[in-house]
T-cell receptor, first 111, second 113 residues
Framework: GNSVTQMEGPVTLSEEAFLTINCTYTATGYPSLFWYVQYPGEGLQLLLKATKADDKGSNKGFEATYRKETTSFHLEKGSVQVSDSAVYFC??????????FGPGTRLSVLP | KAGVTQTPRYLIKTRGQQVTLSCSPISGHRSVSWYQQTPGQGLQFLFEYFSETQRNKGNFPGRFSGRQFSNSRSEMNVSTLELGDSALYLC????????????FGNGTRLTVT
């Protein structure tokens, strides 16, 4: 079956540091890939997505590129802020709304 | 545009009772999915409804059931509650096609005592 693997953290960075959260997936066919973010006490919010190989999703300074050859969708941001502290989920979907989520990576950014 | 609304936000129930959770999707979204989130198991898919029909189902016991109404609003029911059912239950809506993102509500926090 489909699966998503990501570093679980926690990841602790200083403000303005570079962020990478690795995500790899296993899927048959050609899934769509997503990053979601969850702040305390809230549901998940869509951060970015990519629907085909070599697509780059970007939003709020975050970027991720759909790499079919390495089955990866790593999340990056050049300069993190304290307000980026949250839990980040990598996810894939195929055959409609059949979503599979990774375990989540907790990010703490210190001032 | 209003987001996904889940009610209630918090619930406390006793073992053996049953509970019904409600979800109102974003206007125009015909797909509603339900997820259970716990610290140990992460996000687990319960089921998805599209145009009042259950289209996908996760690996949960029959105590967990759901339905969708003609206005796309959805309810989830859990019968004979167990302590292990304590979790954050998240509802998500979407347009329902491949590549469409899920849009989540803020969840219902269920505590079973």
């Amino acid at each position: 079956g489909n699966s998503v693997t990501q570093m679980e953290g926690p990841v602790t960075l200083s403000e303005e540091a570079f962020l990478t959260i690795n995500c790899t997936y296993t899927a048959t066919g050609y899934p769509s890939l997503f990053w979601y973010v969850q702040y305390p006490g809230e549901g998940l919010q869509l951060l970015l997505k990519a629907t085909k190989a070599d697509d780059k999703g970007s939003n709020k300074g975050f970027e991720a590129t759909y790499r079919k050859e390495t089955t990866s969708f790593h999340l990056e941001k050049g300069s993190v802020q304290v307000s980026d502290s949250a839990v980040y989920f990598c996810a894939l979907s195929d055959r409609g709304q059949n979503f599979v989520f990774g375990p989540g990576t907790r990010l703490s950014v210190l001032p | 545009k209003a987001g996904v609304t889940q009610t209630p936000r918090y619930l406390i129930k006793t073992r053996g009772q049953q509970v019904t959770l409600s979800c109102s999707p974003i206007s125009g979204h015909r797909s509603v999915s339900w997820y259970q989130q716990t610290p140990g198991q992460g996000l687990q898919f319960l089921f998805e409804y599209f145009s009042e029909t259950q289209r996908n189902k996760g690996n949960f016991p029959g105590r967990f059931s759901g339905r969708q109404f003609s206005n796309s609003r959805s309810e989830m029911n859990v019968s004979t509650l167990e302590l292990g059912d304590s979790a954050l239950y998240l509802c998500a809506s979407s347009l329902g096609r491949l590549g469409n993102a899920l849009h989540f509500g803020n969840g219902t926090r269920l505590t079973v005592t």
